[in-house]
């Protein structure tokens, strides 16, 4: 793989990241599964720079290209994990109000009660 092969799949893994971004921003799940699988193949095809023989601005792009990726690597991760815990306190919110449900439910009887018009 030649230099500008590596500099191109850096590329391609930076724009997928900010997808990546875009679909966590939306909650689309689906397109999250697929991304990730995106991003994985792209970072196997894709040798180190130093590996691939860069050198100069070259191996200088790479290595900043390399260090935007691993930061927004960072910001999704944490993104993911806001995520996770509003979707953790929303589902204990549910749980509370369903137990609050549950109090102005009437008992059951044991036994039933029989009324004539009599009284």
């Known amino acids: 793989m030649s230099g500008e092969d590596v500099l191109a799949g850096l590329r391609r893994l930076s724009a997928v990241q900010a997808r990546q971004a875009e679909a966590l921003a939306a909650g689309d799940v689906d397109a999250l599964d697929a991304l990730h699988l ?4 792209l970072q196997a095809e894709t040798p180190r720079p130093r590996d ?34 509003r979707l953790g306190a929303e589902i204990a919110e549910l749980g509370r109000g369903r137990v609050a449900v549950a109090g102005y439910r009437p008992t059951p009887r044991t036994r039933a009660v029989l009324v004539d018009s009599r009284g």
């Open 52 to 85: 691939a023989g860069l050198t100069g601005a070259d191996l200088a792009e790479a290595e900043a290209l390399v260090e935007a990726l691993a930061a927004g690597q960072e910001r999704l991760v944490a993104a993911a994990r806001a995520v996770r815990d």
């Open 38 to 41: 995106e991003r994985v193949r």
